[in-house]
């Protein structure tokens, strides 16, 4: 099907106005040049992509997933653009990167090493947050990598690559003293102690509940923090043991003085990388990717 990207590009500028009128003053042409377009696009699409609603205008479900598409579309032809100006220097460009408040900071700096080295990478911003809120965030262009604990919901409305980048097998750790206690009959030990867990219905959460299960031991949950580094100071402070991945265990002992009391059979904690369906910075997706993928 040949498609008139003028066309396209009006109707987008129309959906981004909500109303002929509002495109109109953008595009610079008049109401009627406008409207004569739209309706040439919608008879070839053989379907409508607005409602009239007082005097602006309400996309239809098809006019919602086509203004989808071409929110992607014109976001890259506008990133391509701007790498044709002033030549090579328009590729050094801000990345933004999402990271999940549940991975521990000391894997990010590693995994982040390269692109802060990366010459085409004059800016590098982060920014931390819930997984289903950086994800978001992403499908509106304003973040190129997202970090997460978590794999991919299905059900998202957009395009994503999802890419696993680490793995770590799951320990307990507490206080010393909780810990020595503990440890000679350990997991049996477990039995009424107090335990700080992630999230609700995440996976590492689902995966030591079910071995807790299994064990046939019941554990006293103090709370539930989706946040690492404070999942950790309240371990430090003597709240519960909690469980963290065994390849930092070295952090944890030298940064808050915990101590492993013993590893979770099967319960790993799995890291990813989601990247956008884009064009421009796949290779500087690919190279990070690689070199994460190598971070043990």
Known sequence: MNINFNHLYYFWQVSNEGS????SKVLHLTPQTISAQLSSLEERLGKPLFIREGRGLRLTDFGILTKQYTDDMFSIAKEWLETTQDGAAAMHRTLKVGISDAIPKSLVSKWLAPLIENEQVANLHCIDGQQSE???QMATHKLDIVLADKPLD?????????????????????SAAICERLRENYPFSLQAQSIILPAKNS??????????QDQNIEVKVSGHVDDSALMKALGQQGFGIFPAPLSIKAELQRHYGVTLLGTIENTFQNYY????????????????????KGVS
Do not use: M
């Open 154 to 174: 299905s059900h998202l409305p957009f395009k994503v690559f999802c890419h696993e980048i680490g793995k770590s097998q799951i320990g307990l750790y507490g």
């Open 203 to 212: 996976p590492v959460t689902n995966s030591i509940q079910y071995w807790l």
């Open 134 to 136: 950086l994800l978001a």
């Open 273 to 292: 990388a989601f990247t956008p369906d884009r064009l421009i910075k796949d290779s500087i997706f690919s190279e990070f990717v690689h070199f994460a």
């Open 20 to 23: 002929i009128a509002g495109a």
